[in-house]
């Protein structure tokens, strides 16, 4: 990949004042000290979708906006719930499809995070693919297996769409916890999902890493992990610590290609 990818996923945080400011700051960041080398992204809550797309278009920010989480369905009676047609309308570019929170707080198992990658790439947008395996999987050295699986759950018959396909390897026992793989354990990783994404037809994919992500580690993970860019959580909720990791990964991946 000529360039890496750094996506802010802000979670349940941030209301559509503070999202305004965040945008705000975040997009002056990067006129400031613009970066060659990373595509930038950010994924609020949906309720601050429409004031952060306006913000950016406003600011003319190089800067796109993905979505936490999309139905599998067209429309309906599905209270609740918020199609890829209704994202699409707002500016998104890309969904955060099967995230471990999704996977294990609302039961989304792999037979729906396939459906919603297929409803995602079928409706225009990317797909940010999330895998990761939890502390049991990683502790009975299954975890190579586990994430092959779920990566061959969600894309396989959808290698058309490769060029819009990234991928997302969290370990789950490392989000959220102050805990982070090695970049051994990490490298390793990249290797074993890239070689699968290779068999299934997709070979032009993006792999980033996320879990405890910060300004600190991220230049080690970039150079000796090998992965193209960051799914960043809670340091992506302030300007500093998450221009830091884009512009550590803008220095680092320059330098590795």
């Known amino acids: ?5 750094v996506i802010g996923n802000w979670k349940m945080n941030l209301d559509y004042v503070e999202a305004v400011h965040l945008t705000q700051q ?6 400031s000290r613009p970066v060659e080398r990373v595509d930038v992204a950010v ?3 949906f309720v601050d979708l429409r004031s952060v797309t306006s913000v950016l278009e406003a600011e003319r920010a190089s800067i796109a906006v993905a979505a936490q989480h999309v139905s599998d369905r ?3 009676a599905f ?4 199609s890829v047609a209704m994202l699409k309308r707002l500016g998104v570019s890309s969904v955060i499809v099967g995230h471990s929170e999704r996977r294990t707080m609302y039961h989304m198992d792999d037979a729906l995070v396939a459906s919603t990658v297929r409803a995602v790439l079928r409706g225009g947008l990317d797909a940010v693919l999330c895998v990761g395996e939890d502390l049991v999987t ?7 297996s586990f994430v092959s699986g779920q990566l ?7 290698e058309e769409f490769s060029e819009h396909v990234t991928v997302a390897y969290e370990p789950i026992w490392a989000i959220g916890t102050g805990m982070t793989a090695t970049s051994t354990q990490i490298d390793a990783m990249m290797t074993t999902i890239r070689t699968q994404l290779a068999s299934l037809g997709f070979v032009s994919s993006r792999v980033l890493y996320g879990g405890s992500v910060n300004a600190d580690n991220a230049g080690e993970i970039v150079t000796e992990g090998g992965v193209d860019g960051f799914l960043v959580g809670g340091a992506s909720l302030k300007t500093e610590s998450f221009g830091a990791i884009v512009h550590a990964c803008n220095d680092c ?5």
């Open 1 to 5: 990949m000529s360039k890496a990818l």
């Open 26 to 31: 975040i997009a002056a960041l990067l006129a």
């Open 43 to 45: 994924a609020p809550p």
């Open 74 to 76: 067209d429309n309906g």
């Open 79 to 82: 209270t609740g719930e918020v």
């Open 138 to 144: 990683r502790e009975a050295e299954d975890h190579e």
């Open 152 to 158: 061959t759950s969600a894309l396989t018959g959808v």
């Open 253 to 257: 991946y320059a330098e590795r290609r």
